[in-house]
């Protein structure tokens, strides 16, 4: 066996602990959230969602400081072109105005009460403070949480909304949120997923799916907009066709109380190098079950509940 000089070993040591230090810290910030996606996340769906105003500041804060892992937020573009967080295509369920999101300025949806439908629909949980909440902007979401949170976002509707693509990279660069490893991109539309993937390849994105039964054939389960072949007939190859622009899938689990996928759908997913999140799941038990099952985060409107098992 071959001796070094007790010099020679301290300074392979010292030289293998510096290399080992300067790996760590050469891990950036996006490699790191990348890295994250791999342990379970807990994705606060429109914020908390199950008690507060959907997608308002009083639903994201209580998120936030219960310590969800992101902030789901869906954007939209108002007609003077600022990114609005807000879910539907039209006003009228969560706001005291009635129609299409894309046909009030900014103003004009700042002047609307996002909050006190959430009262008269839940008495138990209502507050005096949620009447009058206000839709919010992205950057108003941005400048309150900064670099303090991570945000799951979503091109809503992005053929009723065009040009939010380039607005929503815009946003993200502009607050630095991507290299920083601030930010998911989600989409059903593989379109627009593709067209973010053009404007910054290093936006982390996610290929959301929603399979249900074909409307010819009630026994064999479709894709909504078609981008994989049903959860039984996909392949290897179909996973790695979403790996090549995405780091993973969101993709409902039941439908009218039925399974459409199962764990080896996600574990085969997982094989493929994509993270599966799960949405929207509420109860208990059925967290626990998906949990069970692998999956690598779940969007919940009851993010107390999920972090309760979670942590």
Not at 151 to 172: C, M, R
Not at 192 to 207: A, D, M, V, Y
Request: glycine share 8%; charged share 25%.
């Amino acid at each position: 066996m071959q001796r070094y000089p007790l010099v020679a070993v301290l300074s392979l040591g010292l030289f293998a602990g510096a290399t080992t230090s300067t790996a760590l810290a050469e891990t950036t910030p996006l490699e790191q959230q990348l890295k994250d996606l791999e342990s379970f996340q807990v994705i606060a769906h429109r914020g908390a969602s199950g008690h507060a105003p959907e997608s308002t500041m009083a639903a994201y804060e209580l998120a936030h400081e219960w310590g969800a892992d992101y902030l789901e937020v869906d954007v939209q573009l108002s007609a003077d072109g600022e990114l609005v967080v807000f879910h539907d295509d039209t006003v009228d369920r969560t706001s005291d105005g009635e129609g299409s999101i894309n046909a009030y300025t900014l103003e004009e949806l700042k002047a609307l009460d996002t909050g006190t439908w959430f009262n008269d629909a839940n008495a138990d949980k209502a507050d005096p403070a949620f009447a009058g909440a206000q839709i919010l902007t992205l950057e108003e979401l941005f400048e309150r949480f900064g670099h303090e949170a991570r945000y799951y976002i979503e091109t809503k509707s992005p053929l009723l909304n065009p040009g939010l693509e380039e607005a929503l990279v815009e946003a993200l660069e502009e607050h630095d949120m991507i290299e920083n490893g601030r930010v998911l991109v989600q989409s059903f539309e593989q379109g627009s997923l593709l067209k973010l993937h053009e404007l910054n390849k290093h936006i982390p994105l996610i290929q959301l799916v929603w399979y249900s039964p074909s409307a010819e054939d009630n026994d064999r389960l479709v894709e909504w907009t078609g981008v994989t072949p049903a959860p039984a007939d996909i392949t290897d190859d179909d996973f790695q066709a979403i790996k090549e622009y995405a780091v993973g899938i969101g993709t409902n689990v039941t439908y009218n109380g039925e399974d459409v996928i199962d764990a080896e759908f996600i574990s085969q997913a997982q094989e493929n190098g994509l993270s599966v999140h799960v949405y929207t799941i509420n109860e208990t038990d059925e967290m626990e079950r998906l949990r069970g099952w692998g999956v690598n985060g779940l969007f919940t409107d009851y993010t107390d509940r999920l972090l309760e098992l979670a942590n």
